[in-house]
Nanobody, 125 residues
Framework: QVQLVESGGGLVQTGGSLRLSCAASGRILSRYAMAWFRQAPGKEREFVAA????????TYTDSVKGRFTISRDNAKNTVYLQMNSLKPEDTAVYYC??????????????????WGQGTQVTVSS
């Protein structure tokens, strides 16, 4: 089982940008899907974006489409989340997750069996 470590969070103003990184300690296999989830205080854990490691297919939650981009670097075993045009409602702890048996990219938390420790993103209003 791989270990995931997120980095890149911080405090930004509305309209700013951040790039989150998720580094895997072991090799990410072709059958994996990698995803970002987030959880704001008092809110449920929410799917943000995911990418298939086999073909690069992506999916996004509606609220981030056109603003966030998930990408991968196979050689570095790393997944990224580029976040642009940030809004206060994007404030949350962002978690990287791996689905180690992914016939398709899935959005349910229960489909992901490996999680990082989270990185805080705060967008000031």
């Amino acid at each position: 089982q791989v270990q995931l470590v997120e980095s890149g969070g911080g405090l930004v103003q509305t309209g700013g940008s951040l790039r989150l990184s998720c580094a895997a300690s072991g090799r990410i296999l072709s059958r994996y899907a990698m995803a970002w989830f987030r959880q704001a205080p008092g809110k449920e854990r929410e799917f943000v974006a995911a990418i298939s490691w086999s073909d690069g297919n992506t999916t996004y939650t509606d609220s981030v489409k056109g603003r966030f981009t998930i990408s991968r670097d196979n050689a570095k075993n790393t997944v990224y989340l580029q976040m642009n045009s940030l809004k206060p409602e994007d404030t949350a702890v962002y978690y990287c997750a791996a689905d180690r048996w992914a016939p398709v990219v899935r959005t349910q938390s229960r489909s992901y069996d490996t999680w990082g420790q989270g990185t805080q993103v705060t967008v000031s209003s």
